[in-house]
C-alpha cells in the first residue's frame, strides 16, 4: 500500500438538510497534507441558499472525541470554503486514520451536511508499504520484506501474550505501527518538544506505535515493539473516566515483558539507591520528565518494583491491581 501527498473525494456527495430542504452540489472536495503542521481542506459547493459559515467535523481513528473546526466566509450561494487543522498543535501525531465531513450553515438558519470521508494523515516524506495481521497493521519504508515480517509476528504475538496474561479485551480496532529507520527520521515525525532520544512511542488512544527500528536489527523489534504494545493492551485493559494507571506500573509491566534490553537494570538500581538518584514510588506515579539518566533510573526502578511484587506475591497479586486501576481507584 502506497500513500501519496494529496487525497481528492469530488462528485455530488451525500447532503442532508438538517432544517428546510436546500439543494446542495459538491463541485470540489480536496483534501491536501502540508506535513508536519497539518491538512488543508478544500470545499467548493454551489447551494440553494446563501451561506457563511461552515463547520469541519472530524475523528481520528475509533477514538471517541469528535474535533470540530469553524470557518466564516463572505455570504454567497457558490462559495470555496477553506480549513486548515494543525495537527501538530492539537498532538495529532501523523500515522492515523482521520473521518471527516463538512456541516454547512445557511444565513437562514437551516443547515446541511456533506459528507467527507476516510483519509490518512501520514508522515509524506516517505513511501509507505503495510502488512498486516489480524490485530496489527505495520507500515515501512525500509523496503526489507523478511524484516518486516519478522517485526509484524513478533507484534501480534506479543499482542496474543500480554492480551492473555493480563485478561485485556479484544482489539477494538488494528493497531497501527509505523518503523523509522532511523532516530533523525521519526524526530521529523514528533511534537517540537519532544525528548531527542526517544525510541519509541505508543499513543494509546489513537492506536498507534511510532519507533526506531533499523532494518536487521531483531534486538530493538524485541525490545522496543513489545515493550510499546504492552502500552496498547494495558490501557484496553484499564481504560476508565477517572485516573490512568501509574506510570511505574505501566512502564515496569511495559519493560519486563520485552523479549530483549533487560541488561544492568537491576544495576542502575542499586546505583542509584548508593548515590541517593533512586526516586520514590510516589514520584514515579506520573511522567517522568526530560532527563534522560533520571528517566532511565525510573524505568529501571519501575521493572524493580514490579518483578518484586511478582517474586513476593505473584502473578495474581498484579492482576488484582491492575483490576483496581480499570475500576477507577485512586493511587491512594
Known sequence: MLFTLILIISGVLHAGATSGTVQVESLRNELVSEFPTGLRFVLEVELGASSSRADLFYRIGKHPTQYLSTTRY???????????????????????????????????????????????????????????????????????????????????NSANSIRERIDAPPRPEPLRIWL???????????????????????????????????????????????????????????????????????????????????EGLNEVVEEAHLDGTLPSIRSMISEWGSDRRAVNISYAASYSIVTFILEEFGEDALLVLIDQYSQGASHE
Open 74 to 156: 463572505e455570504p454567497a450561494e457558490s462559495p470555496t470554503i477553506e480549513l486548515f487543522v494543525d495537527m501538530l498543535l492539537q498532538g495529532i501525531p501523523p500515522g492515523v486514520p482521520l473521518e471527516y465531513f463538512w456541516v454547512v450553515h445557511f444565513d437562514d438558519g437551516s443547515s446541511a451536511e456533506i459528507g467527507g470521508g476516510l483519509v490518512e494523515w501520514i508522515d509524506t516524506r516517505f513511501d509507505w508499504t503495510m502488512i498486516a495481521s489480524p490485530d496489527i497493521e505495520l507500515f515501512s519504508y525500509s523496503g526489507d520484506d523478511r524484516f518486516n515480517e519478522f517485526a509484524l509476528e513478533v507484534a501480534q
Open 180 to 262: 523509522y529507520n532511523t532516530q533523525a527520521d521519526m524526530a521529523g515525525a514528533l511534537s517540537p518538544n519532544s525528548r531527542e532520544w526517544i525510541g519509541g512511542v505508543s499513543y494509546a488512544k489513537f492506536s498507534l506505535i511510532a519507533a526506531v527500528i533499523a532494518p536487521g536489527d531483531e534486538r530493538a523489534v524485541n525490545r522496543t515493539i513489545t515493550h510499546e504494545v504492552f502500552h496498547q493492551i494495558f490501557h484496553d485493559r484499564t481504560a476508565n473516566p477517572f485516573v490512568n494507571p501509574a506510570a511505574w506500573l505501566d512502564e515496569g509491566l511495559a519493560t519486563a515483558v520485552q523479549l530483549a534490553g533487560l
